[in-house]
């Protein structure tokens, strides 16, 4: 019974992908629609991410990344470099074992985010067999590379969630360049912002009792429509683009939720060429990400598309960032569009990575990062690998990970479908880490 529900659970969550902010004010009672995000989800790196709601929302605002987590620190005290876990040594670091640490003196140490979660629950995705899960990501084991970008997140929030760095220039810049692309008339947008009027400040301060903390009445998008079309910015860079009326694809095209691998191909190949001025990019390859299933047997795929024209490295952070996504309502149209373009003008530099069999080795050393409540199973469990880069809203780095989908032998059903946990090793060398994950057995 306990997994049922879990499973259920899961699965009604994974269509509640809501914003920390939009908890709030549920949490109050005050859900205007001004403050509500669209209920299409966000994308979490190159796949769907199923949440399960197994720990209670006491004030709407809890993280749960960090559970089952400690950190050790980089540096010992007497100055050494990061401790390596008992069965690791210097020389199995990856593809740059053979350098120092000097090679790279000038590179600042990372800070692996402990509190990087946007909503409750675990990372997980339901199949018959690892190979129903797909995606477009350029990397794989075959790649060698030595050095992988680490961005510094331009955003950072306080304990109220408030956000600061955020650069309203650029957001107004983005959306013009958006609205053009779209062929409307920038010259005649009119572009608002999402500041609550006088009456919705009153009601708001009202149910924090008078006590609303400092800028918690500042905007955090930019907003323009014009002929149906409607645009929004947020402070992370993401362009949402809504339609009305929803647009209808022409006959023989079936894009809704639970499409075939095949419909979903074909619906890609239309929007492509139909969309080519929105998607804007010299080399479009098609993500058609996804596979997994929910508890009523249900598989799903989405769309998407990165830039392929340029190096591996840029591949990758095209596949990752710069993305455009397309999605259907509940009556099979296209109705909304993002285009993703998150800041990463904050370079902390080059670094040296490990191998994925280093990685391997760490992640059975229990030196990961999860939001599965259960420990790692062991390697007979491990059922793929990636490299990926965690870039949620409060991670303080984006930087790279492999991420490890692990059979979770406890979720297994009785027709053989089969849950994958999302365990996660950085991929950035220990020794340029301020801390450093290790399982500490507490998920109970």
């Not at 301060?205 to 500042?218: A, H």
């Not at 809704?256 to 929105?278: N, R």
């Not at 760490?362 to 259960?374: C, F, S, W």
Request: net charge negative; aromatic share 12%; proline share 5%.
């Amino acid at each position: 019974m306990r997994k049922e529900q879990i499973r259920k659970e899961k699965q009604i969550l994974k269509q509640e992908d809501i914003s920390k902010e939009e908890r709030i004010l549920n949490a109050l009672g005050e859900v205007d629609d001004k403050y509500i995000v669209e209920a299409a989800p966000a994308e979490k790196s190159s796949g769907k991410i199923t949440w399960l709601k197994w720990i209670a929302l006491a004030a709407g605002v809890i993280l749960v990344v960090s559970a089952g987590i400690r950190f050790l620190p980089a540096e010992l005290p007497d100055g050494n470099p990061t401790r390596l876990p008992d069965n690791a040594d210097s020389s199995s670091s990856g593809h740059l074992a053979e350098d120092t640490a000097s090679d790279f003196s000038g590179l600042p140490l990372l800070a692996i985010s402990v509190e990087s979660s946007e909503s409750m629950g675990y990372e997980g995705y339901m199949a018959y067999d690892i190979s129903e899960l797909t995606d477009a990501n350029p990397w794989n084991e075959t790649v060698e590379l030595s050095t992988l970008p680490v961005y510094r997140n331009p955003l950072s929030y306080d304990t109220d969630f408030l956000v600061s760095g955020a650069d309203f220039g650029a957001m107004e810049s983005f959306l013009l360049e958006v609205a053009s692309r779209l062929s409307m008339d920038t010259d005649t947008l009119e572009i608002t912002d999402n500041t609550p009027d006088t009456e919705e400040q009153a009601i708001i301060t009202e149910k924090f009792e008078g006590k609303v903390p400092e800028g918690y009445f500042n905007p955090t998008a930019l907003m323009a429509q014009q002929n149906g079309i409607k645009i929004e910015v947020d402070l992370s860079m993401t362009a949402t683009i809504t339609f009305e009326p929803a647009v209808s694809l022409p006959d023989g095209y079936h894009f809704t939720h639970y499409s075939s691998y095949e419909d979903i191909l074909a619906v890609a190949e239309y929007l492509q060429e139909a969309y080519s001025d929105l998607i804007a990019m010299k080399e479009p390859q098609m993500n058609l990400y996804g596979g997994d299933y929910n508890i009523y047997r249900q598989q799903g795929y989405h769309i998407t598309f990165f830039d392929t024209a340029e190096s591996l490295t840029e591949q990758i952070l095209n596949y990752h960032f710069y993305r455009v996504a397309f999605y259907c309502n509940d009556e099979g149209r296209f109705y909304m569009a993002r285009v993703f373009r998150p800041n990463l003008s904050h370079k902390a530099g080059d670094y040296p990575i490990i191998s994925p069999e280093k990685a391997e080795e760490l992640l059975l050393n229990g030196n990961y990062i999860t939001t599965v409540p259960y420990q790692m199973p062991g390697q007979k469990y491990i059922a793929r690998t990636e490299l990926v880069y965690r870039s949620g809203k409060y991670e303080e780095f984006y930087m790279p990970y492999y991420r490890f989908y692990v059979e979770l032998p406890e979720m297994k059903q009785e027709d053989g479908l089969k849950d994958y946990g999302a365990y996660y090793v950085p991929a950035v060398r220990q020794e340029y880490l301020t801390t450093f994950p290790v399982w500490n057995g507490d998920f109970n």
